[in-house]
């Protein structure tokens, strides 16, 4: 059984998400950001990998702007793949599977899957609390 993380926990790991969310992101003060986290199965022949991909949303409900990104623990250190920028206008779809994944499907065919939950467990990379977070996107999102 997975717990929520301590609010101590949870605090330390979003100021490290921050950070690499700075790095990465042109004006990352206009964003706030969400982890999102997206865990499948994949099956080989007769073995199968549980597989974790990892996504920081940045997004600014004032300006219906976004940008998202990849990225990766490894070694200790957190390496980000290219940024999605967006607006809300970018979006063709929104909507959530029957296993409770979303799926973020743009205009430009680039389709996008992962989970807005309102808090992670150490079954992911990062472990933290985001319940108003999460909650404020999905209201803006399920407007689309």
């Not at 969400?34 to 007769?46: M, Q």
Request: proline share 3%.
């Amino acid at each position: 059984m997975y717990f929520k993380p301590s609010q101590e926990k949870s605090d330390g790991n979003i100021a490290l998400l921050r950070e690499l969310f700075n790095k990465t992101v042109d004006t990352p003060q206009q964003y706030e950001i969400l982890y999102a986290p997206h865990a499948y199965t994949r099956y080989l022949w007769v073995f199968k990998k549980r597989v974790h991909e990892n996504y920081l949303l940045g997004y600014n409900l004032h300006n219906h702007s976004f940008a998202l990104f990849s990225f990766a623990y490894e070694q200790g250190m957190f390496l980000s793949g290219p940024v999605e920028y967006f607006t809300r206008n970018d979006i063709q779809s929104f909507s959530c599977d029957f296993f409770g994944t979303h799926i973020l499907k743009l205009r430009s065919n680039k389709t996008f899957r992962f989970s807005i939950v309102p808090y992670t467990t150490t079954e992911y990379v990062v472990a933290l609390r985001q319940e108003e977070e999460a909650s404020a996107l999905l209201t803006a999102l399920k407007a689309i």
